[in-house]
């Protein structure tokens, strides 16, 4: 069987001391394998002995390479999938951050797993982004991906903010709250997870439409079908500053009476992992959940 990946990608963190470190043993053992390796714009200089025309845009990295390894934390991650996507290339992840969910490989020791994978030991998957997007008077005004979650929220902390829920078109509910997450299976171990939304397991078909301090006690959660489209529709009535925020790095500014279209995505990302990943295993560690009793 041929080799499943030619062309190789680097992304990492800017100005982090450990993650061009990383970057750099990678570089070194990637060219040391024979690939031909290509590395973010942001963090080429980094690399030693690395030409110029080996440093590209993420866009770039995306129209060049098989695979693509994301040194750092799922911030990185969320970043840089959130580009990728839109391109048919593997991501597989170095963790540089904190819980890291979506960062498999041992920074300090990755060069095994990691030439397991290149030779096709690997698990697959793919995991559907959203695609947000905000009308004004029936016309589109911006649209972005989130791979994690769209919040719906005031730039104010703590600020009460009236909207209507659809889904397909059907009137769902009313709600004054500080607003509103809709989540993936992918970002219910995120933002969600601590506003008490459910776990999904990446597999399903399906997202959460959790609400932030609703100001009724009968709120709750809602898991619908991901095939379906979430329309959120803001009261004319809000005085604040509005905004809905994709994986908290992209932000879509709102005006009241706009109304924020939320589907899933056409193009999906494709994660891999090392042959030894297992999600509910990442569940234990990073929640700290119980060992087996027998």
Known sequence: MSAPFKTIGLI???????????????YTFLQALGYEVFVEQRVGKQIAELPDSHILDVVALGERCDLAVVVGGDGNMLGA????????VAVIGVNRGNLGFLTDLDPDDFEAELEQVLSGKFVAEQRFLLEVEVFRHA???SANLAVNEAVLH????????EFEAFIDDQFVFSQRSDGLIVTTPTGSTAYSLSGGGPILTPELNAMALVPMFPHTLSSRPLVVDASKQVKLKLSPENTASLQVSCDSHVVLALLPGDEV??????????????????????????LNWGSRLY
């Open 154 to 161: 005031a730039d104010k902390v703590a600020h009460m903010i």
């Open 261 to 286: 279209v939320i589907k899933k995505a056409e193009k999906k990302l494709r994660l891999i992992h090392p042959e030894s990943y297992s999600y509910y295993n990442v569940l234990r560690q990073k």
């Open 12 to 26: 990492g963190k800017p100005n982090h001391d450990g993650a061009a470190l990383t970057l750099q043993r990678l």
């Open 81 to 88: 999938a959130r580009v990728l996507a839109r391109f048919d």
């Open 139 to 141: 016309e589109l005004k």
